[in-house]
Nanobody
Framework: QVQLVESGGGLVQAGGSLRLSCAISIRSFSLSVVAWFRQAPGKEREIVAAIWWSAGNTYYADSVQGRFTIARDNAKNTVFLQMNSLNSEDTAVYSC????????????WGQGTQVTVSS
């Protein structure tokens, strides 16, 4: 079983920062990749950042490159998303998702956390 719980969302002014956390509970599987997705009203869900659990390699969408940082704490099975220089286009529900070793897609999702950036 894999369970993900996000925290850290909220309301922030444009130019501000937020740090999201994704606490992962996992049994009988090993993590391969953990990613943050977001979905704004009326828009499709998009991947924001991803981190490969073993090697620590990262991926960022062009829209957040240089502003967001994804990191992991292996001992605590937690993934963080540090978001800086936020703007109104970053307003969305942010969800973390996990792919396990042997899996081919992000099969496990958290409930999501709202991030609202006021201009």
């Amino acid at each position: 079983q894999v369970q993900l719980v996000e925290s850290g969302g909220g309301l922030v002014q444009a130019g501000g920062s937020l740090r999201l956390s994704c606490a992962i509970s996992i049994r009988s599987f090993s993590l391969s990749v953990v990613a943050w997705f977001r979905q704004a009203p009326g828009k499709e869900r998009e991947i924001v950042a991803a981190i490969w659990w073993s090697a620590g390699n990262t991926y960022y969408a062009d829209s957040v490159q240089g502003r967001f940082t994804i990191a992991r704490d292996n001992a605590k099975n937690t993934v963080f998303l540090q978001m800086n220089s936020l703007n109104s286009e970053d307003t969305a529900v942010y969800s973390c998702a996990a792919r396990v070793i042997g899996g081919s897609s992000y099969d496990y999702w958290g409930q999501g956390t709202q991030v609202t950036v006021s201009s």
